[in-house]
C-alpha cells in the first residue's frame, strides 16, 4: 500500500472503497468469498476451479481449497502481468502475453498456501452464516472423512449445495451475509 506524506494509506488497488482518496477498510481480494461460493456452487467453476454437480453439491473443505487456490491464481495472474508492463516499459517494448504468462507461472509457483485468503476456521464461521440464512443446505450425499479412518465415530465430509433461496439473494447480500443476517448492525456499530 502505497504512503503519503502525512503516513496515510493511499488507493493502490482497483478493490477498496476510497473516502477522499484515501482506502477505507476492507482487503485487496481480486473477488470475494461469498461470490466465489456462490459461483463456485452453481456449477460455474469461477476463477478457473473445478466445476461441480450442483445436484450433489461439494464438502466445505473442497470449496475452502478452489477459494485459496483461485486467489493464489488471480494474485499470480495479476502479478505477472505488472511484472512483464513494467518491463515492456523499462525495455520500451510491446506487452508480450507469453512472457506475462511465464511471469505468472513464476509468481504461482512461488506463492504459499497459507498466504492467500481467510483461515479455514473463518471460513467455516462464514460457511455456518450461510447455513443459518438459508442459502446453502446440505444435499444429502456424504462420504468418510480421513479423520474417520482413526476414529470411526468422526464425522463425515457433508456436501453441501445452493437452495433456491441462494440462487435468488442479491450479490450485495452475497458480499455481506452478516449484514443479512443482522440488518443494520453494521451502520450501527459505524454510526
Known sequence: MARGKSGDRKLKGPFLKTKGGKAV???????????????????????GSTRINTAAGAPQQDIFEQYKLALMRASAEERGTLEEERRAKKEKRAFDPAKAEAWQEHYLSKLHYRSKGARYHSFVVYFSNLRRLGWVEPSGEVEPSQFQENYPEGAPRVYYCLTE???LVSPDDWRDPLNALYPGARARSMA
Open 25 to 47: 477498510g476492507g482487503f485487496l481480494r481480486p473477488f470475494g468469498c461469498g461470490w466465489f461460493i456462490r459461483e463456485f456452487l452453481m456449477g460455474n467453476g469461477p476463477q
Open 165 to 167: 433461496k441462494g440462487r
